[in-house]
Each structure stands twice: as structure tokens, then as C-alpha cells.
């Protein structure tokens, strides 16, 4: 509280200071046309306000600025995630955009008095200078996108729609938030510098040059200020309507939600029997600059593993436990290595916590099943699973705010919900404290035994791979 008085008296302060120097300035140079006083400026202001036209050439003024702001922004957020999800797009994308950006703002106006009529042109133009504004923020933004969670995305065979919406908006909502506050603030300069070269009827620009030409500085001057006010309250009110107005929507959406009961149990049944997986003769290097210093990962290794196991992968940290798991994940490609890997759908819960902080705890649990279950499916089998791990009390928090062995317990609900017969674990409890561990790992095995799959869980610690396995592979 206190911080936020002396912020404001600092604020104050800072306005103060500049009106004592403009009324002394006004004062010194007892010069009407050049710098008129702010009271004369105010007086003038009121005088205006007073009159339609004002009011009028304000509207307008504020629906141009508006209308550019939304194009610019929906078109930015389009080119900005083509150009960060495809790269020749963005190559293609280089030349125009530049070009836009080194143009000078009146260069620019110049050129399209040629080609639109005054009313559209400051719209074009303010478009136009902050298009490349919005594009590169945005494509910078998803480029910069957590890899790991996209190879998540990858494992669960997450859709591309799920991906935009689930992982690259809630990633990239700051950068894209900072961008369409620089754009709106930059389309009023850019308006209003279009309105006073072109001369569109019913324009504050108009408005401005008018009165330049009649030598009249302090209607300049109070338009002027007035334009600069209007920039600055119409950013804080568009931008707090619309967080407003998301807020509405998303408590709306988990009201709808909350009334969907929690789905019957899903059973994935695993073949005893059968061996769901098989590695005969693999051999993989890393590839890397220097091809003569490149020592195997793998070389000949073959093994099996029966459904309906759970098996450690125990060894050494470097030996490749976690290369291993990619390859059967697939993350890495079977041209990438040589030998025969055979391996039933699996589901992956990952050393790091690959959770989207941003997205709340029963999201993050849903993102895999969109496409097998729908999304009334998916919602309801994710809260089957919270409610198995605890956690379906926390749904709606932010997936971020909870413990490290609270986020475990999360990855297992998702990788268990998901219909894969085979679960791999990589350190899955190396980030964990002794009872976190313990707590994990009866979550495991709860979930085990209520759908039986096989588990292969990589681990460096002895003690644990003997615990809670049925059989060790050690390499």
C-alpha cells in the first residue's frame, strides 16, 4: 500500500514539474504563437469541447485508431504464428516487413494519398507501420516456445489445434499482451499523423492542421494534449474491458464445466504374455561436428519386456537410460538409429515437469484425450484421474502454483488417462524430497492397480529400482 502512494506521488510529481516548466518556458518567451500558457490552452480545450464538430471529429478519430488496431492485430497474430511454426513463411515474410519498417511514417502517407481516399488512408497507414510490430512479436514468441513441451505434444499425440490453443497462446499471452499495447498506442500517433496530411472530414488530425494554418496554437496545443490523453485512458479501458470480458468467458466456461460429473474408470487391458517390447540389435551414435571423436550410445543391445510388468532401467547418469525412452517414444525417428525397436503405444510422465504453468491443472491433465474422448470426454476421464492422484480439488489453479510432487502426481493422472498400454518414467522422482517419493510412487501403484499396464521407469538409485520393480535391466 504504501508503494503504491509514493508511486503515485512520484507520478504526480513528475506532472507538476513538467507544467511549472512549460508555464515558465510560456512566460520567457511571451510568445502566444510559439508557446501559449497552459491556461490559455485549457480555456481553449473547453471552448472546443463545447462544439459538435469536436465531439465528432473525436468519434471518428477514436473508431480509425480502433478499426486499424483490431486489423493489425488479428492479421499480426496470424502472420506472427505462421511465420514462427514454419520457417520458409517467415523467411518470405523478411523483405516485405522490412521494407514496411525502414519507411518513414509521412513517406509512407505521401505514397498512399496516391491510392486511397483521406477517410480510409490513416487506417491503411497505422495497419501498415504496425503490422511488423505485431507479426515479429508474436513469431519470436512461439519460436522461443518450450521445446519440451512440444515433444510432450509429440509422445501424447496432441492436435495441432490443441497445440495453438493448450501450449503456444498460454506461452506466448505476455509477449502477444506487450505487442497489442505497443500497437494501439503507436496506431493513435500514426492515425492522427495520417489525418493531419490527408485531411479526412471529421478528424482531430483535420482539426489540428486547420488550426496551424490560422496560426491558432493554443487549439493545436489543447488537441494535441487531448490526443495524448485519449492514447493513454482508451489503452487502460480497451485493455482492462477485455481482460473483463475473458474473465466473464472463462468463469462461464468452468461453471459449464463444473457440472459435468467425473467419468466412469477406463480399463486398458494388457496381454500378459505378450512381449510389448522389443529391441533386437540396436545401435544409435549422436551425431555431431566432429564424426571421429562420435562414441555409440547403443551397440548390439537387445532385451523384452512382457506386458503387464514394471520394469526399472537401471544405470550410470550418461549410459543413455533417457535416449532409450525417446526411441521407443518415437521422439527419436527409426532412421536416426539401426536395429529393430518394437514397441505398443506408450504414454511418458518425464523428468522435467512438462506441464504448462499457465494452463490450469485439469487442462493440462485433458490435453492428450481431446482426440479419443472429445472434450466433454476428455474433461470428465481427467477429473476420473485427478480425483485417483488428489488433485481434483486443485483443478482450477494454475498448474504452476503446485508443489514439485504435486506436478508429479499430475504428469502420472495425464499419462495414465491416456490410452497407451505401455508407460515409460524417466527419473520421474529425481526432483523430489523422501516423502514426495514415497507419496509418487503409492500413486503409482494405486493407479497400477486399478488399470493394469507396464511400466518401464528409468532410475540411477538402486534402492528404488528394487522397490517398486518386478524386474532390472542394468547397461
Same mark, same amino acid.
Given at each position: 500500500?504504501?508503494?503504491?502512494?509514493?508511486?503515485?506521488?512520484?507520478?504526480? !510529481?513528475? @506532472? /507538476?514539474?513538467?507544467?511549472? #516548466?512549460?508555464? *515558465?518556458?510560456? =512566460? &520567457? %518567451?511571451?510568445?502566444?504563437?510559439? +508557446?501559449?500558457?497552459?491556461?490559455?490552452?485549457?480555456?481553449?480545450?473547453?471552448?472546443?469541447?463545447?462544439?459538435?464538430?469536436?465531439?465528432?471529429?473525436?468519434?471518428?478519430?477514436? !473508431?480509425? @485508431? /480502433?478499426?486499424?488496431?483490431? #486489423?493489425?492485430? *488479428?492479421?499480426? =497474430? &496470424? %502472420?506472427?504464428?505462421?511465420?514462427? +511454426?514454419?520457417?520458409?513463411?517467415?523467411?518470405?515474410?523478411?523483405?516485405?516487413?522490412?521494407?514496411?519498417?525502414?519507411?518513414?511514417?509521412?513517406?509512407?502517407?505521401?505514397?498512399? !494519398?496516391?491510392?486511397?481516399?483521406?477517410?480510409?488512408?490513416?487506417? *491503411?497507414?497505422?495497419?501498415?507501420?504496425?503490422?511488423?510490430?505485431?507479426?515479429?512479436?508474436?513469431?519470436?514468441?512461439?519460436?522461443?516456445?518450450?521445446?519440451?513441451?512440444?515433444?510432450?505434444?509429440?509422445?501424447?499425440?496432441?492436435?495441432?489445434?490443441?497445440?495453438?490453443?493448450?501450449?503456444?497462446?498460454?506461452?506466448?499471452?505476455?509477449?502477444?499482451?506487450?505487442?497489442?499495447?505497443?500497437?494501439?498506442?503507436?496506431?493513435?500517433?500514426?492515425?492522427?499523423?495520417?489525418?493531419?496530411?490527408?485531411?479526412?472530414?471529421?478528424?482531430?488530425?483535420?482539426?489540428?492542421?486547420?488550426?496551424?494554418?490560422?496560426?491558432?496554437?493554443?487549439?493545436?496545443?489543447?488537441?494535441?494534449?487531448?490526443?495524448?490523453?485519449?492514447?493513454?485512458?482508451?489503452?487502460?479501458?480497451?485493455?482492462?474491458?477485455?481482460?473483463?470480458?475473458?474473465?466473464?468467458?472463462?468463469?462461464?466456461?468452468?461453471?459449464?464445466?463444473?457440472?459435468?460429473?467425473?467419468?466412469?474408470?477406463?480399463?486398458?487391458?494388457?496381454?500378459?504374455?505378450?512381449?510389448?517390447?522389443?529391441?533386437?540389435?540396436?545401435?544409435?551414435?549422436?551425431?555431431?561436428?566432429?564424426?571421429?571423436?562420435?562414441?555409440?550410445?547403443?551397440?548390439?543391445?537387445?532385451?523384452?519386456?512382457?506386458?503387464?510388468?514394471?520394469?526399472?532401467?537401471?544405470?550410470?547418469?550418461?549410459?543413455?537410460?533417457?535416449?532409450?525412452?525417446?526411441?521407443?517414444?518415437?521422439?527419436?525417428?527409426?532412421?536416426?538409429?539401426?536395429?529393430?525397436?518394437?514397441?505398443?503405444?506408450?504414454?511418458?510422465?518425464?523428468?522435467?515437469?512438462?506441464?504448462?504453468?499457465?494452463?490450469?491443472?485439469?487442462?493440462?491433465?485433458?490435453?492428450?484425450?481431446?482426440?479419443?474422448?472429445?472434450?466433454?470426454?476428455?474433461?470428465?476421464?481427467?477429473?476420473?484421474?485427478?480425483?485417483?492422484?488428489?488433485?481434483?480439488?486443485?483443478?482450477?489453479?494454475?498448474?504452476?502454483?503446485?508443489?514439485?510432487?504435486?506436478?508429479?502426481?499430475?504428469?502420472?493422472?495425464?499419462?495414465?488417462?491416456?490410452?497407451?498400454?505401455?508407460?515409460?518414467?524417466?527419473?520421474?522422482?529425481?526432483?523430489?524430497?523422501?516423502?514426495?517419493?514415497?507419496?509418487?510412487?503409492?500413486?503409482?501403484?494405486?493407479?497400477?492397480?486399478?488399470?493394469?499396464?507396464?511400466?518401464?521407469?528409468?532410475?540411477?538409485?538402486?534402492?528404488?529400482?528394487?522397490?517398486?520393480?518386478?524386474?532390472?535391466?542394468?547397461?
Amino acid at each position: 500500500m504504501k508503494t503504491s502512494i509514493r508511486n503515485k506521488l512520484i507520478a504526480l !510529481l513528475s @506532472v /507538476i514539474l513538467f507544467a511549472a #516548466i512549460w508555464e *515558465i518556458l510560456a =512566460l &520567457f %518567451l511571451d510568445s502566444p504563437v510559439v +508557446l501559449p500558457t497552459i491556461d490559455a490552452v485549457v480555456s481553449r480545450f473547453f471552448q472546443l469541447a463545447a462544439t459538435k464538430l469536436f465531439w465528432k471529429s473525436l468519434g471518428f478519430t477514436f !473508431l480509425r @485508431v /480502433i478499426a486499424a488496431f483490431f #486489423i493489425t492485430f *488479428i492479421a499480426g =497474430l &496470424f %502472420l506472427g504464428f505462421l511465420s514462427g +511454426l514454419f520457417e520458409n513463411i517467415r523467411i518470405f515474410l523478411v523483405f516485405p516487413l522490412s521494407l514496411i519498417r525502414g519507411t518513414p511514417v509521412v513517406a509512407l502517407i505521401m505514397v498512399m !494519398l496516391f491510392w486511397f481516399d483521406s477517410r480510409s488512408l490513416p487506417v *491503411i497507414c497505422a495497419f501498415l507501420m504496425n503490422l511488423p510490430v505485431m507479426t515479429d512479436s508474436v513469431s519470436k514468441a512461439v519460436k522461443n516456445t518450450d521445446k519440451n513441451l512440444l515433444e510432450m505434444a509429440d509422445v501424447f499425440k496432441v492436435s495441432f489445434f490443441r497445440r495453438i490453443t493448450h501450449i503456444y497462446l498460454p506461452e506466448t499471452k505476455p509477449y502477444i499482451e506487450g505487442a497489442a499495447r505497443t500497437v494501439f498506442s503507436q496506431g493513435w500517433k500514426v492515425v492522427a499523423a495520417g489525418e493531419i496530411l490527408a485531411l479526412p472530414r471529421n478528424a482531430l488530425g483535420t482539426l489540428i492542421q486547420d488550426n496551424r494554418l490560422l496560426l491558432e496554437s493554443s487549439s493545436v496545443f489543447a488537441l494535441t494534449l487531448c490526443l495524448c490523453l485519449l492514447c493513454i485512458i482508451s489503452e487502460k479501458l480497451l485493455f482492462k474491458t477485455i481482460t473483463a470480458g475473458l474473465s466473464v468467458l472463462k468463469r462461464l466456461n468452468k461453471s459449464k464445466s463444473a457440472e459435468s460429473p467425473i467419468a466412469p474408470k477406463t480399463k486398458y487391458f494388457c496381454q500378459e504374455e505378450q512381449d510389448c517390447i522389443t529391441i533386437e540389435n540396436l545401435s544409435f551414435t549422436y551425431s555431431g561436428s566432429n564424426e571421429n571423436l562420435e562414441e555409440p550410445v547403443f551397440k548390439n543391445l537387445s532385451l523384452s519386456i512382457k506386458c503387464g510388468t514394471t520394469t526399472a532401467l537401471f544405470a550410470p547418469t550418461g549410459r543413455g537410460k533417457t535416449t532409450l525412452l525417446k526411441i521407443l517414444s518415437g521422439l527419436i525417428p527409426p532412421e536416426s538409429y539401426e536395429g529393430t525397436v518394437k514397441c505398443l503405444p506408450v504414454s511418458f510422465i518425464f523428468q522435467d515437469q512438462r506441464l504448462v504453468p499457465n494452463l490450469s491443472v485439469l487442462k493440462n491433465a485433458a490435453l492428450p484425450l481431446y482426440k479419443a474422448f472429445g472434450k466433454k470426454g476428455a474433461l470428465k476421464t481427467a477429473r476420473n484421474y485427478l480425483s485417483m492422484v488428489g488433485l481434483l480439488q486443485k483443478e482450477k489453479l494454475p498448474a504452476g502454483l503446485l508443489s514439485g510432487g504435486e506436478k508429479q502426481k499430475l504428469q502420472a493422472a495425464r499419462a495414465f488417462s491416456y490410452q497407451a498400454p505401455v508407460i515409460l518414467m524417466d527419473e520421474g522422482t529425481s526432483s523430489l524430497d523422501e516423502k514426495s517419493r514415497s507419496e509418487l510412487w503409492k500413486t503409482i501403484e494405486n493407479l497400477l492397480a486399478e488399470n493394469k499396464r507396464t511400466l518401464l521407469f528409468v532410475t540411477h538409485i538402486k534402492e528404488e529400482a528394487l522397490a517398486h520393480s518386478s524386474s532390472i535391466i542394468e547397461f
